[in-house]
């Protein structure tokens, strides 16, 4: 099938509610590590990897291998809750073991948003309030629940109804809602966080739900400080603290496993997708026991949630990310990155901002660096030249003006000196057009 043919028939048979990126959108049919390539056996830089959902690198050897294995071997693809099998305890065991202290019970799910909505349940269930709290600029998926709580009118729909959610400001230090300055911040974001309780909810609340640094939001990293003030303000209010670590999760940021472990907050529960299954469809949430053990008696059923190709790789990834000392490396290569960036933006003042952690890096495009005004046009440019470059980005934020950087967290030095030249090259180009 030709290109044109795949775009025929995604046009007469596929929802057109996401279009494909780049005005000549690329087939991708092969990958390995951090590169892939397309249908004509042009390979690229990967370096959003999906988006987000790679950790390990395309195609990790060991990966394939168990795999293999497991094809070879007959094994069996799909059990259902209903039979046992060692592949989804293992991965729950394995998750226990990487997870804040406290955290022991998982479900397993196949994406971001079912892990959030079961997050949602559980912290209802538990606490018998109804009331959840999100974030203005946040982005936890697009099934219900997730989208009522979602803070981009980019993504809502107005037929779409919105139960017994509310949201806060957004810690968004580049354009704070509050118009403070680092020097004379006091995390009025956090304070927010209370209002919003005290004015708009009966004064109980099921749960908080945020994500460490906003990934869909453009890479936004709250101030330090923020995350702690707010689980006290939650607690105070009775309510379960959910961190949403769909993209911050698997070491991404550089520290922890899960990027909530830096603040001094402890989550109660902690929901994943994406980089956990390396690209195989694997959700989660881990929760403490407590709020797991209050759906005893319930009946609640993923058909697919952890079957055995999914789990295996998803545990998989977990192991490598340890042997491999990822987390580390997400570090390294991480302040290696931005230190690039910061010396691009000195020769191009359409970086308004650098921000993120390890290998979750943003780069906020503005019109002029002093009126801050958004350059979303300038951003799907950018897109098109490091295309040209060979180099494949991501972009997100509401006004889809943040130039979006997660690539696997095993990119090495050579790598990254390449993602800056090809990132500097494009952005010339940029300055050209
Ligand atoms: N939470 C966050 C933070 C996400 O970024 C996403 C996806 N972009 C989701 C949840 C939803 O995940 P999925 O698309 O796998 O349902």
């Not at 025929?8 to 000549?24: C, D, F, G, I, S």
């Not at 017994?164 to 009025?188: D, I, M």
């Not at 402890?266 to 994943?272: A, F, G, L, R, T």
């Not at 990834?317 to 302040?335: F, P, V, Y």
């Amino acid at each position: 099938m030709n290109n044109d043919e795949i775009l025929q028939l995604r046009q007469k048979h596929v929802y057109p509610t996401k279009v494909p990126y780049y005005k000549t959108p690329i087939h991708l049919v092969r990958a390995k590590g951090s590169y892939v390539w397309d249908d004509k056996g042009e390979k690229y830089l990967d370096v959003i990897g999906g988006i987000v959902s790679i950790s390990v690198g395309h195609n990790h050897p060991r990966i394939v291998k168990k795999i293999k294995a497991m094809l070879e071997g007959d094994a069996i693809q799909h059990t259902t809750f209903l039979y046992l099998s060692e592949y989804m305890p293992e991965l729950a065991k394995k998750l226990a073991e990487v997870a804040p202290k406290g955290l022991s019970k998982c479900y397993l799910t196949n994406s971001g948003s079912e892990a959030n909505e079961m997050a949602v349940l559980s912290a209802r269930t538990y606490t018998g309030e109804p009331m959840v709290v999100g974030l203005q600029h946040g982005y936890h998926g697009g099934t219900t629940t997730p989208l009522s709580l979602c803070g981009h009118s980019t993504w809502k729909f107005r037929s779409q109804p919105q139960a017994c959610v509310t949201h806060a400001k957004a810690p968004y230090c580049y354009r704070c809602p509050f118009g403070q300055k680092k020097e004379s911040c006091n995390l009025e974001c956090a304070d927010d966080v209370k209002e919003t309780i005290l004015t708009t909810t009966s004064g109980k609340i099921a749960a908080f739900i945020c994500e460490p640094i906003l990934g869909v939001g453009g890479f936004i990293e709250p101030p330090v400080g923020y995350h702690k003030k707010v689980f006290d303000i939650v607690k105070s209010f009775g309510g379960l603290y959910i961190s949403d670590e769909v993209q911050t999760g698997v070491g991404r940021t550089g520290v922890h496993f899960f990027a909530i472990e830096d603040s001094g907050v402890e989550p109660d529960i902690i929901s994943m997708a994406k980089g956990i299954g390396n690209g195989a469809p694997v959700g989660a949430i881990i929760a403490k026991a407590e709020v797991a053990d209050s759906l005893k008696g319930k009946l609640h059923f993923n058909t697919f949630g952890g079957d055995p190709y999914q789990a295996m790789q998803a545990a998989t990834t977990i192991d490598i990310i340890r042997d491999e000392g990822l987390i580390e490396n997400a570090n390294k290569m991480g302040r290696y990155l931005k230190e690039g960036m910061q010396d691009l933006q000195k020769s191009f003042p359409v970086i308004g901002d650098i921000r993120g952690r390890g290998l979750l890096i943003g780069l906020e495009l503005v019109k002029d660096q002093k009126t801050k005004e958004v350059a979303p046009v300038a951003a799907a440019q950018l897109l098109e030249f490091a295309k040209e470059e060979k180099l494949l980005i991501g972009k997100g934020g509401l006004f889809a003006n943040v130039i979006r950087l997660a690539p696997a967290l095993n990119i090495n030095k050579a790598e990254c000196d390449e993602l800056l030249g090809k990132l500097k090259r494009a952005f010339e180009k940029l300055a050209k057009a």
